[in-house]
Structure formats: structure tokens, C-alpha cells
């Protein structure tokens, strides 16, 4: 099965941009639903964007700033965020999907990579 590395996190200012990637090994990537998610220290895993063969969905909080994107060819998913504020200071895991469209809760995904730290100062 793939297995996911992410990596671009880092500490920026606010209003900032940082693009994320997820490189995924050992699978066919294209045939996965992809996602990103974040978790924040006590909060739960907070569903950020997906994407599937058929187009992808954000969530509220980030449309219009976030974009997920994705290079079939270099088997490597991508995050790009715009004006991040600090309450977006989390982790940002990277997570597949081997069966099923688009979803936004983190018990659907199989796979997920190790994470990357994202931090946003004010």
C-alpha cells in the first residue's frame, strides 16, 4: 500500500503562504482520494481539503486560501495556503483513501503520513 511522507511546514507570520507537500511511495497514487488534514495541540483532527478524481472540496474556514492540488506524475500531493492566521498553527498530516469518494472525517481515510508542523505568528 502508499505510504505518505509531508513536508513545507514551518513557521511563518501571519498572512503569510506555505504550500505542503505529501510524497507517496509503494501504491498507485492515483487511484487514491487524498486529504489534508490538522491537528492542533488538545483539539481534534480538523478535516482541511480532499480531492478525488472528480474535484476536490475544502472546508469553510479555508475556501478561498487553501488549494489541493495534486501531480499524478511525481506522485505527490499538494497544499497551498494563503493568509494563514495563527489559529492555523497545527500539525498537517496527509492522508489516503484507497476506497470511496471524497470525505471529511478522518475515520475514512487507511493511510496517513507523520505529519508536519505548521506555525503561524501574529
Known amino acids: 500500500q502508499v505510504q505518505l511522507v509531508e513536508s513545507g511546514g514551518g513557521l511563518v507570520q501571519a498572512g503569510d503562504s506555505l504550500r505542503l507537500s505529501c510524497a507517496a511511495s509503494g501504491g498507485t497514487f492515483s487511484s487514491y482520494t487524498m486529504g489534508w488534514f490538522r491537528q492542533a495541540p488538545g483539539k481534534e483532527r480538523e478535516f482541511v481539503a480532499a480531492?478525488?478524481?472528480?474535484?476536490?472540496t475544502c472546508a469553510d474556514s479555508v475556501e478561498g486560501r487553501f488549494t489541493i492540488s495534486r501531480d499524478t506524475a511525481k506522485n505527490t500531493l499538494y497544499l497551498q495556503m494563503n493568509s494563514l492566521e495563527p489559529d492555523e498553527t497545527a500539525v498537517y498530516y496527509c492522508?489516503?483513501?484507497?476506497?470511496?469518494?471524497?470525505?471529511?472525517?478522518?475515520?475514512?481515510?487507511?493511510?496517513w503520513g507523520q505529519g508536519t508542523q505548521v506555525t503561524v505568528s501574529s
Open positions: 480531492i478525488s478524481w472528480s474535484g476536490f
Open positions: 492522508a489516503a483513501r484507497s476506497r470511496g469518494a471524497r470525505a471529511t472525517t478522518p475515520s475514512a481515510y487507511d493511510i
